[in-house]
């Protein structure tokens, strides 16, 4: 009899735990609603409504651009590299500079997990990243085509634009969910309620509603990854065109290629008893490739060479 009861007691204590994660889901859903009746009546009309919209989100790309880049330098523990210190790269830089539309930018130092370098903020306040390995590993003409590519990067403002594409796209994705959260959370309450009133809390996603919930942000992951899938798809598109702009200034395509194939090949796991254990660029799947942000290394070497083996772009450098 005790027993019976002690069940009893458990299901009524569940039943209102239910109650109340459903009270507590509604009592959202009616916030939600009630900032968006709000929203509806102060909204400045269709235009304004698009330039508020428009204007958080370069504000928060700005702001998170700013923030993100002090940051990573900061993680870095980067040192700026003295004009003393290396005038043959500078002397290189400043010819670089008058060629293209870009304004002097910073050179930092960093000891980076593998030789690479990049570059940061914009035509007119960059910075440029080099590994210390590099001057190890490259020649002054292939140092100078890796420099060009980082100076092509600023003056197309690329990882600017980059991030305000993803702060675009978080704001309109934070819209979209106040928007549909006035139905989104009772749902959600109503399916989690179910499944503690059935004494199984965790099988919410199987009651009808939870799945159609489960549908529902299926769709938004959907979303979100091909939104993602755009903006790495433009990120080597502009890999490329840093390529070709680099070559273009140089005239020195080869140079560049070397350069891409040294970074590759120290880059690349030891040789050995355990080399079969490490992963390499060359056991990534599609989809892997489809979500890098840069093209393979192998694609962008063979561009350039074909690039340096036409004469029609060989005599346009020389000329530029």
Same mark, same amino acid.
């Given at each position: 009899m005790s027993v019976a009861r002690a069940g009893n007691g458990t299901r009524l204590l569940m039943a209102l735990v239910g109650l109340a994660v459903l009270v507590w889901y509604l009592a959202l859903a009616a916030v939600s609603y009630w900032v968006l009746s709000v929203l509806r009546v102060t909204a400045p009309g269709p235009l304004g409504t698009l330039a508020l919209i428009v204007t958080v989100a370069v504000v928060g790309g700005v702001l998170s651009y700013r923030f993100g880049t002090s940051q990573l330098l900061s993680s870095l523990e980067a040192v700026e590299l003295p004009r003393s210190h290396a005038p043959g790269l500078f002397r290189r830089l400043d010819r670089l500079e008058s060629r293209m539309d870009v304004d002097s930018p910073t050179v930092l130092l960093a000891r980076l997990p593998m030789p690479n370098a990049f570059a940061l903020g914009t035509a007119g306040n960059g910075t440029i990243v080099l590994d210390r390995s590099l001057f190890r590993l490259l020649s002054p003409d292939e140092l100078e085509a890796l420099v060009a590519h980082e100076l092509a990067h600023l003056e197309r403002y690329d990882a600017f634009v980059q991030t305000l594409a993803y702060?675009?796209?978080?704001?309109?994705?934070?819209?979209?969910?106040?928007?549909?959260?006035?139905?989104?959370?009772?749902?959600?309450?109503?399916?989690?309620?179910?499944?503690?009133?059935?004494?199984?809390?965790?099988?919410?996603?199987?009651?009808?509603?939870?799945?159609?919930?489960?549908?529902?942000?299926?769709?938004?992951?959907?979303?979100?990854?091909?939104? #993602?899938?755009?903006?790495?798809?433009?990120?080597?598109?502009?890999?490329?065109?840093? @390529?070709?702009?680099?070559?273009?200034?140089?005239?020195?395509?080869?140079?560049?290629?070397?350069?891409?194939?040294?970074?590759?090949?120290?880059?690349?796991?030891?040789?050995?008893?355990?080399?079969?254990?490490?992963?390499?660029?060359?056991?990534?799947?599609?989809?892997?490739?489809?979500?890098?942000?840069?093209?393979?290394? @192998? @694609?962008?070497?063979?561009?350039?060479?074909?690039?340096?083996? @036409?004469?029609?772009? #060989?005599?346009?450098? #020389?000329?530029?």
């Open positions: 702060s675009g796209f978080r704001t309109l994705a934070g819209l979209g969910f106040l928007v549909l959260a006035p139905v989104l959370l009772p749902i959600a309450g109503i399916a989690r309620a179910v499944a503690w009133l059935r004494g199984r809390p965790g099988s919410w996603q199987r009651t009808a509603f939870g799945r159609l919930l489960v549908v529902l942000e299926s769709g938004a992951v959907f979303a979100f990854l091909a939104v #993602t899938l755009l903006v790495r798809a433009h990120s080597r598109r502009q890999e490329y065109a840093a @390529d070709d702009r680099a070559a273009a200034v140089t005239g020195k395509p080869v140079s560049l290629a070397r350069a891409l194939r040294r970074i590759q090949r120290a880059a690349e796991p030891p040789r050995g008893l355990l080399a079969p254990l490490y992963v390499t660029p060359d056991d990534e799947g599609a989809l892997s490739r489809l979500l890098s942000t840069h093209p393979s290394t @192998d @694609d962008r070497i063979e561009r350039l060479l074909e690039r340096a083996r @036409d004469p029609d772009e #060989t005599v346009s450098a #020389t000329a530029g």
